[in-house]
């Protein structure tokens, strides 16, 4: 029995081994061919790994540029779930610019990845879903966080939350990619710092 198990957790390792070896690989591929020209042969031949072996782990490049965008993303999540119980203005000012900076710097650290993403949204149904996903997901953190501070009392209640939420959203989003497109023209700083006041402005009393 004992000796089942160690082969087992044996098999197991060499699996996560040749996963993180296609995801490597996958990721210097991707980087320097750009989407468009990465092929999954190009990755398997990188990666150094038999083809049905990686056919075990991922259907193709989607599926493993899919796995690399939820990594990159977590980085952003973590910005996102920022505890956000601010009891005036100057506080949700100050929480959101922290966030709305670290969001747009990330962007610019991961650059060479988000590009390959921006590049996969356009081409692939599969990637523009996953990204669809995403944004959902930070339309209702940021949803949620409205909602609280309406309910507090320092935010107008006059408004939709949601839609004030997906507002925030795609104007981060906006300047997120032109970062990534090396076109913004201001630095990050000034961005985040000028969309908050124009976003806090409007929404909190």
């Known amino acids: 029995m004992v ?8 098999r197991h390792l060499r699996s996560v081994i040749t996963r993180e070896k296609l995801l490597e690989a996958a990721k210097e591929v991707f980087v320097k061919e750009g989407y468009q020209k990465t092929t999954i042969s190009q990755i398997i031949k990188k990666a150094k790994v038999g083809y049905g ?3 075990v782990h991922f259907e193709g490049k989607d599926d493993i540029l899919i796995v690399l965008m939820e990594d990159v993303m977590q980085q952003f999540y973590q910005i996102a779930e920022t505890p956000f119980f601010p009891q005036t203005k100057e506080e949700a000012e100050e929480i959101i610019q ?3 900076y670290s969001f747009l710097k990330l962007a610019e650290k991961e650059r060479p990845m988000m590009r390959v993403f921006h590049q996969a949204i356009g081409f692939s149904t599969a990637v523009s879903n996953n990204w669809r996903k995403i944004q959902t997901k930070f339309i209702q953190g940021i949803s949620k966080d409205i909602a609280y501070s309406q309910q507090s009392g320092i935010a107008g209640k006059g408004l939709n939350h949601e ?7 795609y104007t981060n989003e ?13 630095t990050v700083e000034e961005i985040s710092k000028t969309i908050t006041s124009i976003y ?3 929404l909190y009393k």
Do not use: C, H, P
Not at 3 to 10: C, L, P, R
Not at 163 to 169: E, L, Q, S, T, Y
Not at 174 to 186: F, G
């Open 3 to 10: 000796i089942e198990n160690e082969a087992i957790d044996k």
């Open 163 to 169: 839609i004030v939420a997906r507002a925030w959203f």
């Open 98 to 100: 922290t966030q709305a």
């Open 200 to 202: 806090t402005s409007g």
């Open 53 to 55: 072996t990686a056919y």
């Open 174 to 186: 906006m300047y997120l990619w032109e970062i990534v497109r090396d076109e913004n023209l201001a």
